[in-house]
Protein backbone atom coordinates (compact mmCIF):
# COMPACT_ATOMS: atom_id res chain seq x y z
CA UNK A 1 0.00 0.00 0.00
CA UNK A 2 1.15 3.72 -0.74
CA UNK A 3 2.59 5.73 2.03
CA UNK A 4 0.58 8.49 2.65
CA UNK A 5 2.71 11.70 3.04
CA UNK A 6 2.32 15.71 4.32
CA UNK A 7 5.18 17.68 2.33
CA UNK A 8 6.57 20.71 3.77
CA UNK A 9 7.42 22.77 1.00
CA UNK A 10 10.70 25.72 1.76
CA UNK A 11 11.34 28.41 -0.91
CA UNK A 12 12.88 31.74 -1.27
CA UNK A 13 11.60 33.05 -4.26
CA UNK A 14 9.30 32.81 -7.14
CA UNK A 15 8.35 29.24 -6.48
CA UNK A 16 7.27 27.97 -10.06
CA UNK A 17 8.84 24.43 -9.46
CA UNK A 18 6.99 25.11 -5.95
CA UNK A 19 3.64 25.86 -7.78
CA UNK A 20 3.91 22.50 -10.26
CA UNK A 21 4.40 20.39 -6.98
CA UNK A 22 1.00 22.21 -5.33
CA UNK A 23 -0.67 21.28 -8.60
CA UNK A 24 0.64 17.67 -8.96
CA UNK A 25 -0.34 16.94 -5.34
CA UNK A 26 -3.42 18.88 -5.60
CA UNK A 27 -6.09 15.92 -5.75
CA UNK A 28 -3.78 13.67 -4.92
CA UNK A 29 -4.99 9.78 -3.24
CA UNK A 30 -1.94 10.05 -0.25
CA UNK A 31 0.43 12.89 -0.96
CA UNK A 32 -0.69 16.08 0.23
CA UNK A 33 1.37 19.85 0.72
CA UNK A 34 0.33 20.99 4.25
CA UNK A 35 2.40 23.62 4.31
CA UNK A 36 5.03 26.48 2.71
CA UNK A 37 7.77 27.84 4.40
CA UNK A 38 9.77 30.88 3.53
CA UNK A 39 12.52 32.87 4.88
CA UNK A 40 11.36 35.96 2.40
CA UNK A 41 8.62 37.80 3.52
CA UNK A 42 8.19 38.66 -0.11
CA UNK A 43 8.63 35.53 -2.49
CA UNK A 44 6.19 34.85 -4.65
CA UNK A 45 6.20 31.43 -4.17
CA UNK A 46 3.68 32.57 -0.90
CA UNK A 47 1.30 33.78 -2.94
CA UNK A 48 1.44 31.04 -5.56
CA UNK A 49 0.43 28.95 -1.86
CA UNK A 50 -2.17 30.94 -0.67
CA UNK A 51 -3.69 30.54 -4.56
CA UNK A 52 -4.12 27.17 -3.47
CA UNK A 53 -4.83 27.28 -0.06
CA UNK A 54 -2.24 26.24 1.43
CA UNK A 55 -0.90 27.62 4.80
CA UNK A 56 2.19 29.89 4.39
CA UNK A 57 4.88 31.13 7.66
CA UNK A 58 7.83 32.93 7.54
CA UNK A 59 11.09 32.87 9.65
CA UNK A 60 14.02 34.98 10.71
CA UNK A 61 17.38 33.48 10.43
CA UNK A 62 17.28 33.57 14.09
CA UNK A 63 14.15 31.72 14.71
CA UNK A 64 15.53 29.36 12.29
CA UNK A 65 19.19 28.32 13.21
CA UNK A 66 18.55 29.08 16.86
CA UNK A 67 15.60 27.64 18.07
CA UNK A 68 13.13 24.88 17.33
CA UNK A 69 10.42 26.94 16.18
CA UNK A 70 10.20 26.18 12.81
CA UNK A 71 10.59 22.39 13.68
CA UNK A 72 7.62 22.71 16.13
CA UNK A 73 5.52 24.05 13.20
CA UNK A 74 6.62 21.01 10.86
CA UNK A 75 5.19 18.86 14.26
CA UNK A 76 1.77 20.63 14.97
CA UNK A 77 1.06 19.88 10.79
CA UNK A 78 2.25 16.47 10.91
CA UNK A 79 4.67 16.86 8.61
CA UNK A 80 6.37 13.74 7.27
CA UNK A 81 8.58 14.98 4.53
CA UNK A 82 10.52 18.26 3.47
CA UNK A 83 10.28 19.58 -0.08
CA UNK A 84 13.22 22.05 -0.84
CA UNK A 85 12.12 24.48 -3.97
CA UNK A 86 14.49 27.64 -4.67
CA UNK A 87 15.35 27.51 -0.69
CA UNK A 88 18.54 29.39 0.18
CA UNK A 89 19.90 28.86 3.26
CA UNK A 90 21.43 25.56 4.73
CA UNK A 91 18.90 23.45 6.73
CA UNK A 92 19.90 23.54 10.50
CA UNK A 93 20.29 20.05 11.74
CA UNK A 94 17.77 19.63 14.23
CA UNK A 95 15.58 19.65 11.19
CA UNK A 96 18.31 17.06 9.45
CA UNK A 97 17.86 15.11 12.67
CA UNK A 98 14.51 15.36 13.40
CA UNK A 99 14.03 14.54 9.12
CA UNK A 100 16.50 11.52 7.82
CA UNK A 101 16.41 10.50 4.26
CA UNK A 102 13.48 12.90 4.49
CA UNK A 103 14.21 16.09 3.54
CA UNK A 104 14.36 16.80 -0.84
CA UNK A 105 16.21 19.67 -3.05
CA UNK A 106 16.56 20.00 -6.77
CA UNK A 107 19.48 21.70 -8.24
CA UNK A 108 19.88 23.07 -11.91
CA UNK A 109 22.89 21.26 -12.48
CA UNK A 110 24.69 17.29 -13.17
CA UNK A 111 25.79 17.30 -9.44
CA UNK A 112 28.54 17.30 -8.24
CA UNK A 113 29.34 19.26 -11.13
CA UNK A 114 28.52 22.71 -10.16
CA UNK A 115 27.76 22.46 -7.22
CA UNK A 116 28.22 24.00 -3.41
CA UNK A 117 27.79 27.09 -1.51
CA UNK A 118 27.22 30.19 -4.18
CA UNK A 119 25.54 27.80 -6.90
CA UNK A 120 21.83 29.12 -7.35
CA UNK A 121 20.26 30.78 -10.25
CA UNK A 122 22.02 32.25 -12.96
CA UNK A 123 25.25 31.30 -11.59
CA UNK A 124 25.30 27.57 -12.58
CA UNK A 125 24.11 28.47 -15.98
CA UNK A 126 27.09 30.55 -16.77
CA UNK A 127 29.64 28.56 -15.21
CA UNK A 128 28.57 25.72 -17.26
CA UNK A 129 28.76 27.51 -20.26
CA UNK A 130 32.09 28.91 -19.04
CA UNK A 131 33.22 25.54 -18.63
CA UNK A 132 32.27 24.85 -22.38
CA UNK A 133 29.93 21.55 -21.40
CA UNK A 134 28.08 19.64 -24.07
CA UNK A 135 25.52 18.67 -21.40
CA UNK A 136 23.52 20.08 -18.43
CA UNK A 137 20.34 19.29 -16.42
CA UNK A 138 19.01 18.72 -12.89
CA UNK A 139 19.89 16.76 -9.77
CA UNK A 140 17.43 15.64 -7.21
CA UNK A 141 19.23 14.64 -4.13
CA UNK A 142 18.99 14.04 -0.27
CA UNK A 143 19.68 16.40 2.08
CA UNK A 144 22.21 16.45 4.58
CA UNK A 145 24.81 18.76 6.85
CA UNK A 146 26.37 20.16 3.87
CA UNK A 147 25.56 21.83 0.61
CA UNK A 148 24.42 19.52 -2.72
CA UNK A 149 26.29 16.70 -0.81
CA UNK A 150 23.20 14.23 -0.28
CA UNK A 151 22.57 11.01 -1.93
CA UNK A 152 21.47 11.57 -5.43
CA UNK A 153 17.82 10.43 -6.40
CA UNK A 154 17.43 11.16 -9.92
CA UNK A 155 19.52 13.13 -12.60
CA UNK A 156 18.07 14.20 -16.13
CA UNK A 157 19.92 15.73 -18.91
CA UNK A 158 19.76 18.23 -22.06
CA UNK A 159 22.02 19.45 -24.28
CA UNK A 160 24.42 22.48 -24.34
CA UNK A 161 24.77 23.88 -27.61
CA UNK A 162 27.81 26.24 -28.60
CA UNK A 163 25.34 29.11 -29.25
CA UNK A 164 23.47 28.63 -26.05
CA UNK A 165 23.40 31.71 -23.53
CA UNK A 166 22.79 31.13 -19.93
CA UNK A 167 19.81 32.39 -20.03
CA UNK A 168 18.75 30.20 -22.86
CA UNK A 169 20.32 26.83 -20.46
CA UNK A 170 18.42 28.15 -17.59
CA UNK A 171 15.10 28.20 -19.49
CA UNK A 172 15.73 24.43 -20.81
CA UNK A 173 16.99 23.10 -16.87
CA UNK A 174 14.02 25.16 -15.88
CA UNK A 175 11.65 22.99 -18.38
CA UNK A 176 13.24 19.77 -17.18
CA UNK A 177 12.46 20.70 -13.63
CA UNK A 178 8.57 21.35 -13.74
CA UNK A 179 8.42 17.78 -16.02
CA UNK A 180 10.43 16.15 -13.17
CA UNK A 181 10.52 17.60 -10.12
CA UNK A 182 6.68 16.74 -8.90
CA UNK A 183 6.96 12.99 -10.58
CA UNK A 184 10.44 12.05 -8.98
CA UNK A 185 8.79 13.28 -5.29
CA UNK A 186 5.95 10.89 -5.71
CA UNK A 187 8.56 8.22 -6.34
CA UNK A 188 11.08 8.85 -3.90
CA UNK A 189 8.01 8.97 -1.49
CA UNK A 190 6.43 5.66 -3.04
CA UNK A 191 9.10 3.74 -5.04
C1 LIG B 1 15.47 26.14 -9.38
O1 LIG B 1 16.32 26.30 -10.48
C2 LIG B 1 15.99 25.06 -8.47
O2 LIG B 1 16.73 24.09 -9.15
C3 LIG B 1 16.89 25.83 -7.54
O3 LIG B 1 16.23 27.05 -7.36
C4 LIG B 1 15.44 27.36 -8.50
C5 LIG B 1 14.08 27.72 -8.01
O4 LIG B 1 13.27 28.27 -9.01
N1 LIG B 1 17.14 25.08 -6.34
P1 LIG B 1 11.75 28.56 -8.71
O5 LIG B 1 11.68 29.51 -7.52
O6 LIG B 1 11.08 27.25 -8.43
O7 LIG B 1 11.21 29.21 -9.95
Same mark, same amino acid.
Given at each position: ? $? ?15 ? =? ?10 ? +? ?63 ? +? ?7 ? $? +? ?16 ? @? ?6 ? $? ?8 ? =? @?? =? ?37 ? =????? +???
Amino acid at each position: M $NQSARLAVFLSGTGSNA =EKIFSYFKDHPS +ICVGLVLSNNLEAQGLQRAIKFNIPTRTFTKQQFRESDEVLDWLKESEITHIVLAGFLWMIPINL +IKAYPNRII $N +IHPALLPKFGGKGMYGIK @VHEAVKAA $NETQTGITLH =E @VN =EKYDEGKIIFQATCNVLSTDTPELIAGKVQALEHTHYPT =EIEKW +INP
